[in-house]
């Protein structure tokens, strides 16, 4: 269907004219008003059932907020190097609460790698759970709504690589057996008087279920920890609030209580491990401060007993002022010296920690080496990591089904090479920045040493008592300020951490929810409303467009000038079903009802207008443009209404190829007939008296018969185009009928209508409402037209009256009808009407 179509289909949607009224807009939809009742049905009935099947949704978040830290007090060149690189925004942030070190530590604190999915107590019904083991806890262990003994697991850890389903059997109070039931394989069988301790392979777990009866069986499954993650990760949605620097982490969960835990671990467990990273990224600098203060300290406890005994003993009090300025720039330069060297230690000492590493697996995690540097962002390394953990795990997953040498395995190894090879990129270009640092570091160590040998040269030209004395002044100056600057780096190391620590805090925790979010069952019921509307109009235009192609009662009058002899209702069901079921011949037909004075009419006005037809005509023939129009139904109604006019009436089942008017009057269609007299040369085939001619106290005689078919026959068209045909209906027409009616196959379907025209111009056609096709119809008229039939009139057949807004203009809206018995009606005899003998046409 064309969307054009659509478009234009109200603009050509019209009774008599180009446009069409509000009103009659209404009338479409009211005509087809089932199908908009139906499609609503439909849809509204499918949101229902949507909102009952469909587990409810709930949601719980947690409102999170990164606190900007003041890193002014560290400004050295690695962290210029990398942090210009690689800043700590909050989206970062919110893709490290997705890591597979996060979710693992919730998965392990609120055990979703185990799902419980059903449980058997004997003697009463299983219950079915199939669902993760914190749902379960929060829906059956809490409310324990059917009194059951439910079991609980009291401790659970799982480093399993793949997917394992379990059976617990307790066959006695102490004794307990585990079953893998993939393999169905007794795996372990432990007494134990409260719980049941389980080791295997990949597991290790202790279950309390003291109170069930003996014989019952619990069933769970054990989920890898890919799987799990992916759970995980499915049920997370985050979310920046604004251009804050505040976002939310949600989880979407079918029970209320568990979405709340789950929000809330989430949120404990990333910050605990941001607290694990930043102790991670300082660890190499606490302990080599330490180690230099307690050095340093002995150092300067002892330069300070030098000096007082030195002095002491030689009696000096203080030097002159060029050589106590020197002693100060010496004590300034060896402090220098000592912060330099600290540094170079702690690149050092992590430069051949990486390199060792490098060395060992061909890649290092650089993501914590930066000193007292914030943690890591999400940076091409960090996500080259996160993949090759589940190439590992995946690696590990395939092995357990496939062997080393399959191609999977072979493939996967592939990735897990490029990966490392990628990973070692990112760490060369790290260790030459080490490298860089440290040598200027050395640099700037070497100028400090010869700053330091220059000023010592100068000092030592002093007398040898004064040289001693600024010897050991410089000494323990150099130690005091030393002392001083690692006491200080180790409190900025501790303020570095505890601003790193706190920098993430938790706004406001996750609540219960109350209300689901999912389904939103008013939302879906709109929406079932909504679409049911829309696709009952829907329908019903695409109906009406179709039946655009059919045709309508002004198109016969207006386009093709052909006159409406008469509209025949459509039969009610009652009536369907009396003419289905008759056993009698008054049943079956409508004109021989006394309860059917509205259908008598319609053939009144037919019988009317054959009657004031311009050129009185004895013969007609009756057909359709195709099969099931009820032409039989018409013609034989007629036959019997003329009948009761007095009129004398011969019917002629010429549908040689199914005989259906025969049938009607229980006349066999291998009765001789059509068929049987052109066969046997006979120009006057048998005729069947269906109504003996009677008189009634001086009454109208009622005289109907029938010839018909002789049978059925295939090639039908070579007979009707013999010359006994032809020498058969010129004679059938001598015989003293008043009207000769002929029932023919629609035109369209069959060339025996056009080949009776030959002998028959005059006809009827009969078309169906909301039935016979424009394109039908107006070929066939086409057809009968070229063979020079003149079609006197159309009989509109099963026209929805009621529902057409032609009742008004054709005068059928309801019937009019007196409260006596039609005295014209055919008589019953016993059964119905009495078939006589055959008669010939010499009789008739």
Sequence with gaps: MKNDDFLNLFQNLSINSKEKSLLEYLNVIMKRKWILILSLFFFISAALMFNYLVPETYSSSVLMKKENVDNTYRQDEFKQIIESKNTDKIETEMKLVKTSEVLNKVIDELKLNLVFDKIVIPNEKELIIDDYYLNYINEYLVANPNGMSYPRFVEFKSISNSTNSYKIKKLSDDTYELYDIEKN??????????????NTSSSEFIIDWTSAVPNSELYFTVLNGRAAIKMLESMIDLQQEDETNIFRITVESTNPKSAQMIANTIADKFKETRIDQEKMAIRYSYKFIDDQIDEISENLKKSEEEL????????????????????????????????????????????????????????????????ERSSEAYTPFSSLMLKLADLEVLRIETLNRKLESHPEVVKIDEQIAEIKNRLSSFNQNTITAYQIIINTLKAKQNNLEGLVSKYNSQLSSLPAKE???????????????????????????????????????VVEPAQIPLIAVFPNKQFNLSIGIFAGFVCGIFLIVAVELNNKKKL?????????????????????????????????????????????????????????????????????????????????????????????????????????????LTNMFNVSKNSPGIITAAKEQKINPMIYSLIKPSKNNGAAKYDLHLIPPGGILDNSSEILESEIFAKIIKNIETLQYDYILIDTPPVNRVVDPLIIAKYVKDAILIVRDDYTMKDSFKWGVHELKQTGIKIHGIVINACDIDNSPFKYKYGYAGSYSCNYTDENSIPSNGNGLKQNKPITTAEA
């Design 185 to 198: 394989k007794l795996i372990s069988r432990s007494p134990r008087e409260n719980s049941f301790v389980i």
């Design 308 to 371: 007082l005994d030195y002095k002491s003993k030689n009696r000096l009090l203080s030097m002159n002022e060029n050589s106590s300025q020197i002693v100060d720039l010496l004590s300034q330069l060896e402090v220098e010296k000592v912060n330099v060297d600290l540094e170079l230690n702690q690149y050092q000492d992590k430069l051949g920690a990486i390199e060792n590493e490098y060395k060992d697996k061909g890649y290092f995690d650089q993501t914590y080496l930066t000193p």
């Design 467 to 505: 040289n001693k004395y600024a010897e050991l002044l410089r000494e323990k100056s150099v130690y005091e300020k030393v002392y001083t600057l690692l006491i200080d780096k180790r409190e900025e190391l501790k303020l570095a951490e505890l601003s790193k620590l706190q920098d993430i805090a």
């Design 552 to 660: 309508h009662l002004d198109d016969l009058e207006n386009e093709y000038l052909i006159p409406i002899f008469s509209i025949i209702p459509n039969y009610s069901k009652e009536l369907k079903k009396r003419i289905y079921n008759s056993k009698k011949i008054e049943d079956r037909f409508v004109v021989m009802m006394n309860t059917a004075e509205g259908y008598k009419e319609t053939y009144r006005i037919l019988r009317t207008k054959i009657y004031n037809s311009k050129n009185k005509v004895k013969t007609l023939m009756f057909t359709s443009c195709e099969e099931n129009s009820g032409k039989t139904t018409v013609v034989a109604n007629l036959a019997l209404l003329l009948v009761q006019s007095d009129k004398k009436v011969l019917m002629i089942d010429c549908d040689l190829k199914r005989g259906r």
